[in-house]
């Protein structure tokens, strides 16, 4: 008769020495479709939830203040109802300039490196030509990526972690853990788009 104690306990420390990579969680919550309708394509005018917490109500000049919801008003917006910034550029709505003289012409590099080291999700697209539109070779290389396709050991952690990609994004551009089929954009053998 098999000891159902050993048995329970043996099954207890299988299960938690699972190796469970937290990455891997938002894969099936990144599938689910969004809850309320569609979402409108460009911002309106109207304020968003907390987005002018930042302004002192209370400040006398805080009516010539320009406000965040009409500075965003008409910008172009992500599936996640957030400001796309490439539509907007592409798109005209905004024109940075390229330096503080706004003198030389951005230089433009037309190149996709495709990622591969994904598992389960499909590929990695990095577009060089929307990257250098904003920021200049030496932005990024050498000290983010050493400039040669498959030589950086990049991992979501270390992005989640402020390194490689994560560097900007989570920060300074868009949201990594909302938007995976915006990096794995790249469908190869089982994996499926989701999007
Ligand atoms: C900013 C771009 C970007 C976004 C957004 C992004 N990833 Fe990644 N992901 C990468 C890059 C780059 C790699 C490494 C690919 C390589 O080195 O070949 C990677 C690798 C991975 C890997 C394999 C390596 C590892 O860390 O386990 C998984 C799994 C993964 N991503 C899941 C996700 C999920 C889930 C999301 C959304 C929550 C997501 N990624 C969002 C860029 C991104
Ligand atoms: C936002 C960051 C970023 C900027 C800006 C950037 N690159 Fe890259 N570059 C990358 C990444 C990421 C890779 C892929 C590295 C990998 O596969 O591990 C790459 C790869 C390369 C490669 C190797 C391609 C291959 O097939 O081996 C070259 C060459 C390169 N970049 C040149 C440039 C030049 C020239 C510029 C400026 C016009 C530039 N990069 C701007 C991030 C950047
Ligand atoms: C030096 C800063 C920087 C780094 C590093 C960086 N990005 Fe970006 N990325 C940006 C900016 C700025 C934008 C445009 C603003 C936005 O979309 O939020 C952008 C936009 C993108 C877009 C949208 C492109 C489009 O045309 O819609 C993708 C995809 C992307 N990045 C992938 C990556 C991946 C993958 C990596 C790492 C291999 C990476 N980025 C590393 C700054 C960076």
Aim: include cysteine; aromatic fraction near 8%.
């Amino acid at each position: 008769m098999p000891n159902l104690r050993l048995i329970l306990a043996l099954l207890a420390v299988l299960w938690l020495a699972l190796p469970v990579d937290p990455v891997l969680l938002p894969v099936a919550a990144a599938g689910q479709p969004p809850k309320t309708g569609p979402l409108p394509a460009t911002r309106s005018a109207e304020e968003q939830l907390d987005q002018n917490k930042f302004y002192d109500a209370a400040n006398p000049d805080y009516q010539k203040l320009q406000k965040a919801n009409q500075a965003l008003a008409g910008f172009p917006l992500d599936k996640q109802g957030n400001v796309d910034w490439m539509k907007a550029l592409r798109s005209g709505t905004i024109t940075p300039r390229t330096d503080l003289a706004n003198g030389k012409p951005m230089q433009v590099l037309d190149l996709d490196v495709i990622l591969k080291n994904t598992r389960d999700m499909p590929y990695v697209k990095f577009p060089h030509n929307s990257h250098t539109q904003w920021l200049a070779c030496s932005n990024c290389h050498d000290k983010i990526f050493v400039p040669k396709a498959g030589a950086n050991q990049i991992t979501m952690n270390k992005i989640f972690q402020g390194q490689f990609c994560g560097v900007c994004h989570d920060r300074v551009s868009f949201i990594t853990f909302f938007s995976c089929e915006r990096c794995h954009s790249v469908p190869h053998g089982e994996t499926k788009s989701w999007w």
